[in-house]
């Protein structure tokens, strides 16, 4: 029987060291926005991985960095093919490694934000937009909407505030035909989260503060 | 302008006030300690311009909520009409949800309301016509497009 979960909940490292420990033949996929990556054990080593266009360590390391998607452990799997040689603690150690020199990769800096508010329970993704349309870091891929539809709504509802002689809101949530979305504004920029439709804004709220502080 | 409508949403405590604006921007009905002033018929205009952007794209919406550390407004959209709350404490929000929820059905189904409503009809994408834009709201409007 396959492990199936979110890597919200148990991350990639773990999974790995979890599967090389037990000495595992198994291979884990894992499914990020319709993209899907596979990492293959064998006798508890790394040894294949794929998250295409990259193969091998490379692949490993740009899945370290997800911190959304879900996983699933089929054991007794074997790799089509060998394209890792290092033992998976090296393999592991190198992938960190290449994370924290990633944070200074301006594309990178908000890895930290997202890694907060993406364990957060209903939050599903999160981008953070400037004024000119740009978005800045995406946790992933959403084309629910224009960027500049976040910001006309965000523009009106300053100016709700501003009628009310309040400030720009904390936080807006809508919701209709789609999952739920909330704006916070975040230093000059907008952060667009997606929501699980039925959370609570009043709920949700205080823990989206405490990650965007 | 009926507004026992509403009396169950603004007997709850901490809401301050709820009402109702039709497609064309008028309030139409109004309870609780709103008054019926140059800012409310603004504070409509801007509310319906944001459900505007979303029927413009073909997006449909229902709720929208806007949250301040001691003010929150709760929008309830219909096609036709918007039914809007203030209310000034979030720990009343579980038990207004649910008064929200009975209000709004029983307004789909009140003949009278209907009636107010389809005298009221309109076409709430005009509320983004150029004329109706001030000069940022057309400058972020025209990429959109």
Not at chain 1, 3 to 19: R, T
Not at chain 1, 117 to 134: F, M, P, Y
Not at chain 1, 165 to 193: D, H, R, W, Y
Not at chain 2, 79 to 103: A, D, K, W
Request: glycine letters at 4%.
């Amino acid at each position: 029987m396959a492990l199936v979960g979110d890597l919200k909940d148990l991350k990639l490292p773990s999974l790995i060291q979890l599967n090389c420990m037990e000495k595992n033949t198994a291979k884990l996929t894992i499914e990020t926005d319709g993209r899907y990556g596979f990492v293959y054990f064998e006798n508890g080593q790394v040894v294949h991985a794929e998250y295409d266009p990259q193969i091998g360590e490379e692949a490993v390391y740009r899945m370290l960095q997800l911190y959304s998607g879900k996983f699933k452990v089929e054991s007794g799997i074997r790799a089509p093919a060998q394209t890792i040689k290092l033992s998976w603690n090296s393999l592991l150690l190198e992938g960190l490694h290449k994370m924290d020199d990633g944070e200074a990769d301006p594309s990178r800096r908000y890895d930290h934000l997202f890694e907060r508010l993406l364990t957060i329970k209903g939050v599903i993704k999160a981008k953070i937009i400037n004024e000119a349309d740009e978005i800045i870091a995406s946790s992933s891929q959403d084309k629910s909407f224009s960027e500049y539809f976040y910001l006309l709504l965000n523009y009106e509802t300053q100016k709700i505030g501003e009628l009310l002689q309040l400030e720009t809101p904390e936080i807006v949530t809508f919701s209709g035909g789609f999952n739920k979305f909330a704006l916070c504004a975040f230093n000059k920029f907008l952060v667009v989260i997606e929501l699980e439709s039925k959370t609570k804004t009043e709920v949700i709220l205080p823990f989206i503060r405490q990650a965007l502080r | 302008m009926k507004n026992e409508w509403l009396d169950d949403i603004t007997q709850l405590d901490a809401v301050q006030g709820a009402f109702i604006i039709s497609n064309r921007g008028s309030v139409i009905s109004l309870a609780g300690n709103l008054k019926k002033n140059q800012r409310l018929e603004d504070l409509s205009v801007r509310i319906m311009k944001s459900a505007a952007v979303f029927h413009k794209f073909s997006h449909s919406l229902s709720e929208l909520e806007l949250f301040w550390q001691k003010q929150v407004i709760i929008c309830k959209v219909s096609q036709n009409f918007i039914l809007v709350t203030v209310c000034s404490s979030r720990q009343i929000l579980p038990l207004l949800r649910i008064t929200l929820n009975v209000t709004y059905a029983r307004l789909l189904e009140d003949k009278k309301f209907y009636k107010l409503v389809r005298d009221e009809a309109g076409d709430r994408t005009l509320f983004l016509n150029r004329d109706k834009l001030e000069a940022k709201e057309t400058e972020i409007y025209s990429k959109i497009n």
